[in-house]
């Protein structure tokens, strides 16, 4: 991804600004992304992103107490073969400022279990990286949760714990009220629920929190993505399995329960955790289905997989050393697993976007060679490639290789989305270096409603180029699209 230039729609549209920014709620994206590469440069843009996401897992190392180069390894591991990364790699034009965000949130995990007042700063970060991208709240909730249930199950001192744990959650109650007033003077979208955000009855509320554990459930379990299907899915079923032995194993030697108290919130930070990773539901009630940006807060499912195989390959020589040994490397094994399967999908989801990028600038290049044939064209005249093919697919899509994976692979973008008529223009400014003039979609409306258009063949015919209007007109087909 970084060391070739792979488009997708958004950043094609949006660079060199930040798109939706704003009215989608992001307010702080435009100062962010001013420190990076307005024009969305991978090499310098992709390599901060990457600099960013091993700042966080060094911290979040540190949040988890895994000790071991072993456990951060893994930890780096999970983070950058997460489809997730890979979908805010896909938007590169954002994609430093999403790592910036997910860096913030964890700092806030960390400031805030480690110091007393921390919390007022660490509500600072977190409203900041909401205002940046707002499901990474739900990735730091996710750490809070892990972290508090992890000390309670190394013996930590219980009041300790539920006196750090109120003070994590009044710094993210600051951090969303904040936040939410914030929005006030925002002209909201209603794009994936953003408009509801703060404003769901209380019957939506219940219904996001089912929907939140259903759709966890879906991810690893039950009903993954078009492009988690075979191995990726069998290992992370795999890990469920290892992860109920290992707490309950876990469990039982540390004696969690000796200490009733202990034992019932730990209890009720395991009940939990499953709803923090999809706390993004709840944040946005009418969200049916979060797109794979937003579901970064998965991570820390295999952040619980791996501090869980480091206490129990340090557990004290006695009964149950060896099962111990034996599930901690099991855990450790499949995780490589699942890193290569993800890693797999994640870079034939970037090769298909490569693809489909130099296919549609070859048959831009072709058709552009049709109108420098067409008598009077000058570069700079105005001019507009008219008709499609939906629902068909492009002609030049007609091999579809493995896209059917990428349907649910947010960012991943294939033929159809490089060649939609209102960005052709776009496409043709920034890797043509052509330009096509002020042609609005209202005017090219109306140059297909003319009979010279509709009397015209259809490209690759000879006579499918022509000057109407004043404008340079090369026609694809009778129908937009």
Request: hydrophobic letters at 50%.
């Amino acid at each position: 991804m970084i060391s070739n230039k792979i488009t997708n729609l958004d950043d094609l549209v949006c660079v060199p600004g930040v798109g939706g920014g704003k009215v989608l709620g992001r307010w702080f994206q435009e100062p962010v992304h001013d420190l990076f590469s307005p024009w969305s440069s991978p090499a310098f843009n992709g390599i901060m992103a990457i600099i960013f996401i091993a700042l966080s897992a060094c911290v979040i190392s540190t949040i988890l107490r895994v000790n071991s180069i072993t456990g951060a390894m893994l930890i780096g591991l999970m983070m950058i073969t997460l489809p997730s990364t890979a979908s805010n790699m896909y938007y590169m034009y954002l994609a430093p400022t999403f790592a910036l965000a997910i860096l913030a949130s964890v700092i806030n995990v960390h400031i805030t279990i480690k110091y007393k007042f921390g919390f007022i700063l660490g509500a600072l970060l977190q409203f900041l990286s909401m205002a940046c991208y707002q499901a990474y709240f739900g990735l730091s909730a996710s750490l809070f949760v892990l972290a508090y249930l992890l000390m309670l199950m190394d013996g930590m001192n219980i009041v300790l714990v539920i006196k750090k744990g109120l003070r994590s959650l009044i710094g993210l109650i600051i951090a969303m009220a904040g936040y939410l007033i914030s929005l006030r003077f925002v002209d909201l979208s209603d794009y994936k629920g953003l408009s509801d955000i703060g404003h769901s009855s209380l019957q939506d509320i219940l219904l996001s929190v089912l929907r939140a554990y259903h759709r966890v459930m879906q991810y690893f379990v039950t009903a993954p993505e078009s492009f988690m299907k075979g191995a990726p899915t069998l290992f992370n079923r795999a890990l469920c399995l290892l992860l109920i032995v290992s707490v309950i194993l876990l469990f039982a030697w540390k004696k969690v329960f000796s200490e009733l108290l202990r034992g019932i919130l730990s209890v009720i930070l395991l009940l939990i955790l499953p709803l923090a990773l999809g706390l993004v539901y709840v944040m946005a009630p009418q969200l049916s289905h979060a797109s794979t940006v937003m579901i970064y807060s998965y991570s820390v499912f295999y952040f619980f997989l791996i501090a869980v195989m480091e206490r129990l390959v340090t557990k004290k020589e006695g009964a149950g050393k060896k099962i111990a040994v034996l599930i901690s490397s099991l855990i450790f094994i499949t995780l490589l697993f699942e890193g290569y399967a993800s890693a797999r999908v994640v870079n034939n989801a970037y090769y298909r976007s490569y693809v489909a990028q130099n296919r549609v600038m070859q048959y831009y290049n072709r058709i552009i060679t049709k109108l420098e044939e067409t008598e009077g064209y000058k570069y700079g005249e105005p001019m507009a490639i008219l008709g499609g093919f939906y629902p068909d697919p492009l002609p030049i899509a007609s091999h579809n290789m493995n896209g059917k994976e990428l349907v649910d692979f947010e960012g991943a973008t294939l033929e159809d989305l490089l060649f939609l008529p209102s960005n052709r223009d776009r496409f043709i400014q920034i890797f043509l270096g052509i330009d096509t003039g002020d042609v609005t979609m209202e005017k090219k409306e109306k140059l297909m409603a003319t009979d010279e258009f509709k009397n015209m063949p259809s490209y690759p015919a000879d006579g499918c180029t022509g000057i109407i209007d004043g404008i340079f007109v090369v026609k694809l087909n009778e129908y937009d699209g």
